[in-house]
């Protein structure tokens, strides 16, 4: 089993940059990919960033060019660079890992808020 841990998360002016760590644990050799998701107050959970084990990245477009996704093995951590952050942007923000081909983890989340 892996255990993602996600911390970095904070208050924000609108235009400004923050910057989440993913820190996972347990099974790290089965790892397959790590990701990132929000979910802003009513709305459902949406994916936002996700980095592959061959370093392959993908994003959905509402952050691309914004938002950087990116790993440091020595550290089993996966980061999110936020910059030119909108009030939009306000979320709680959620890792995700993706294990053994077929099993997936989530952390418990960090808001991040971006006042206007």
């Known amino acids: 089993q892996v255990q993602p841990v996600e911390s970095g998360g904070g208050v924000v002016q609108a235009g400004g940059s923050l910057r989440l760590s993913c820190a996972a644990s347990?099974?790290?050799?089965?790892?397959?990919?790590m990701g990132w998701y929000r979910q802003a107050p009513g709305k459902q959970r949406e994916w936002v960033a996700t980095?592959?084990?061959?370093?392959?990245?993908y994003y959905a477009e509402s952050v691309k060019g914004r938002f950087t996704i990116s790993r440091d093995n020595a550290k089993n951590t996966v980061y999110l660079q936020m910059n030119s952050l909108k009030a939009e942007d306000t979320a709680v923000y959620y890792c995700?890992?993706?294990?053994?081909?077929?099993?997936?983890?989530w952390g418990q989340g960090t808001q991040v808020t971006v006042s206007s």
């Open positions: 980095i592959r084990i061959n370093s392959s990245t």
């Open positions: 347990g099974s790290i050799f089965s790892i397959n990919a």
């Open positions: 995700n890992v993706v294990y053994s081909n077929s099993r997936s983890s």
